[in-house]
């Protein structure tokens, strides 16, 4: 049976928000894109070409890509960009993933219109591990700027430390109705009375964390990142960029139409950010006098921490007879990885950043570097000189981590294209530590290649007497995309199982053009099913 095939052309559409027009990167004149429909195990094939004005590439995020990072996405990571006129055919391999994940451009920040989400449905013959919903829809949380994303990039890399303020939040690609020019295209939900509906929650946001809720309806969250978790009810959600969370919910309260929204999470203080809330309807079917106005949903306060800690922490992995828990129990590779964004020195206008930048982001103090061209070809072929394996499994100092008087020296990271690289089958446990060196943040660290199990967090500095005693290896979450909470800590465990070159980044895309990377290459294991995939024809050169 031939695999389903897709056509996606990138090309400038002209789309109106918030009063004005402007010419945006799409996927077949699609904002947001075309979602792709698949099976657990199933192989897509798409056809991807650029007939936009810059270079492109397209990741499918949280599908693993079992020994075929070749397809995987990130420019200078796994490909060179595809550039305008070019194409290049995709194969997406599924394995274990079911729920809701997506699709984005991964170069420069085209993801912010570059974007679809991807549908895993169960196998033939398998269902869902919660009642059948009457109907689900995705429900993409993103951001809209009224820059050219081309034009906001370079000026955000190049000056460091602009403010990344998005114009407006946007639910389906409409900012709702609190936005000036935007009521009457507010995304509306249509619902029966009594029925109960799956969404399928993304959220694709450049540069924010999101709380999200439906007024007077309590949400149960039945998965993350296309892994199933215990069902648990809540008023509100907290979704990372990158995350995806698949909900139920029963439209079982008087018939009327009631406010969906969403806004920003900021952990830290002093951080710029848009403080605007967007807006979606639920509304009823039938004929109902509908009272005047709905009211907004409670959303915690855009610092409350607790809030977003107590959400993300509720999640529990499945850990039923069809759906088994696998969580490492020896380890082979620790490593413990300090995330911070540092202030760099500056001369005459001149920083000491990438590109002259004041501001830059590390993980162990290295800020990474994007190569000449990338990584994976380098290492398959043996090109010299393109990278160095000396990335540090610790900090070079362990200091007090949530301080923010921190000498200079450890201010100033070095920058470089250092990759780690994990023995197949390695069992590897990161313990992520966010520092407070400019503003803390929380940092949605995602990995490609693999899910991870969450077994442990917690504020303040990682005690590694005293918390490992309370990880969860039992039922912990397995996802992609984990928020290191601010001034707090994360682990995290994985087998690696999958042979081939996989990025790991702070979702936050500033974060992550300012070096707040680690690239993994995980070695060929023995035998012919522990290795890379050849590559296929039709690389896009550098
Ligand atoms: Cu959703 Cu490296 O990306
Ligand atoms: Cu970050």
């Known amino acids: 049976q031939a695999s389903p095939r897709y056509t996606f052309v990138v090309e400038e559409t002209p789309y109106r928000r918030l009063c004005s027009t402007k010419n945006i990167l799409t996927v077949n004149g699609q904002f947001p894109g075309p979602t792709l429909y698949a099976r657990s195990g199933d192989t897509i094939i798409v056809d991807v070409y650029n007939k936009g004005n810059r270079n492109i590439t397209i990741h499918w995020h949280g599908v693993k890509q079992l020994r075929n990072p070749w397809s995987d996405g990130p420019d200078y990571i796994t490909q060179c960009p595809i550039q305008p006129g070019g194409s290049f055919t995709q194969t997406i391999m599924f394995s274990s993933e079911e729920g809701t994940l997506w699709?984005?451009?991964?170069?420069?920040?085209?993801?912010?219109?570059?974007?679809?989400?991807?549908?895993?449905?169960?196998?033939?013959?398998?269902?869902?591990?919660?009642?059948?919903?009457?109907?689900?829809?995705?429900?993409?949380?993103?951001?809209?700027?009224?820059?050219?994303?081309?034009?906001?990039?370079?000026?955000?890399?190049?000056?460091?430390?602009?403010?990344?303020?998005?114009?407006?939040?946007?639910i389906n690609g409409q900012p709702g109705d609190l936005y000036p020019c935007s009521k009457p295209d507010t995304f509306k939900l249509m619902v029966d009375y009594g029925k109960t509906y799956l969404l399928r929650?993304?959220?694709?946001?450049?540069?924010?964390?999101?709380?999200?809720?439906?007024?007077?309806?309590?949400?149960?969250?039945?998965?993350?990142?296309?892994?199933?978790?215990?069902?648990?009810?809540?008023?509100?959600?907290?979704?990372?960029?990158?995350?995806?969370?698949?909900?139920?919910?029963?439209?079982?309260?008087?018939?009327?139409h009631y406010y969906i929204a969403a806004k920003a999470y900021v952990g830290g203080a002093g951080i710029v950010y848009d403080n605007t809330t967007t807006t979606a309807i639920l509304q009823y079917n039938g004929n109902y006098t509908s009272t005047s106005i709905p009211s907004l949903p409670n959303l915690p306060s855009h610092n409350d921490t607790k809030a977003s800690v107590h959400f993300t922490g509720s999640l529990r992995s499945l850990a039923d007879q069809n759906h088994p828990v696998d969580v490492p129990r020896k380890i082979t590779t620790p490593l413990f990885y300090t995330l911070s964004v540092n202030t760099l020195p500056c001369l005459n206008n001149s920083c000491a950043g990438p590109n002259g930048t004041r501001l830059s982001a590390s993980v162990n103090n290295i800020s990474f570097v994007d190569p000449s061209i990338d990584i994976l070809q380098a290492y398959y072929y043996h090109v010299n000189g393109v990278f160095r394996t000396r990335f540090p499994n610790f900090p070079p100092l362990l200091f007090n981590f949530t301080a923010q008087d921190l000498p200079l020296y450890l201010q100033t990271p070095k920058q470089g294209t250092e990759v780690k690289i994990l023995k197949y089958n390695a069992t590897v446990e990161i313990v992520f530590q966010g520092t407070n060196l400019v503003a803390g943040d929380d940092h949605p660290m995602h990995l490609h290649g693999f899910s991870f199990y969450v077994v442990g967090w917690g504020l303040g500095n990682f005690d590694k007497d005293k918390d490992p005693l309370t990880y969860?290896?039992?039922?912990?979450?397995?996802?992609?995309?984990?928020?290191?909470?601010?001034?707090?800590?994360?682990?995290?465990?994985?087998?690696?199982?999958?042979?081939?070159?996989?990025?790991?980044?702070?979702?936050?895309?500033?974060?992550?053009?300012?070096?707040?990377?680690?690239?993994?290459?995980?070695?060929?294991?023995?035998?012919?099913?522990a290795q890379i995939l050849p590559p296929p024809p039709g690389m896009p050169p550098c």
């Open 472 to 529: 969860n290896l039992v039922d912990p979450p397995l996802l992609n995309t984990i928020a290191v909470p601010v001034n707090g800590w994360t682990t995290v465990r994985f087998k690696a199982n999958n042979p081939g070159v996989w990025f790991m980044h702070c979702h936050l895309d500033r974060h992550m053009s300012w070096g707040m990377d680690v690239t993994f290459i995980v070695e060929n294991g023995k035998g012919l099913g």
């Open 103 to 170: 699709w984005h451009a991964h170069s420069e920040w085209d993801r912010a219109t570059v974007l679809g989400a991807i549908v895993i449905y169960p196998n033939r013959g398998a269902t869902y591990p919660f009642p059948k919903p009457h109907a689900e829809f995705p429900i993409i949380l993103g951001e809209w700027w009224k820059e050219d994303m081309g034009q906001l990039y370079k000026k955000t890399i190049q000056n460091g430390g602009e403010p990344n303020m998005s114009s407006a939040f946007l």
């Open 201 to 256: 929650l993304i959220n694709s946001a450049v540069q924010e964390i999101m709380f999200f809720s439906i007024a007077n309806h309590k949400v149960t969250v039945v998965g993350s990142d296309a892994s199933y978790t215990k069902p648990f009810s809540s008023d509100y959600v907290t979704i990372s960029p990158g995350q995806t969370i698949d909900l139920l919910f029963t439209a079982d309260q008087s018939p009327n």
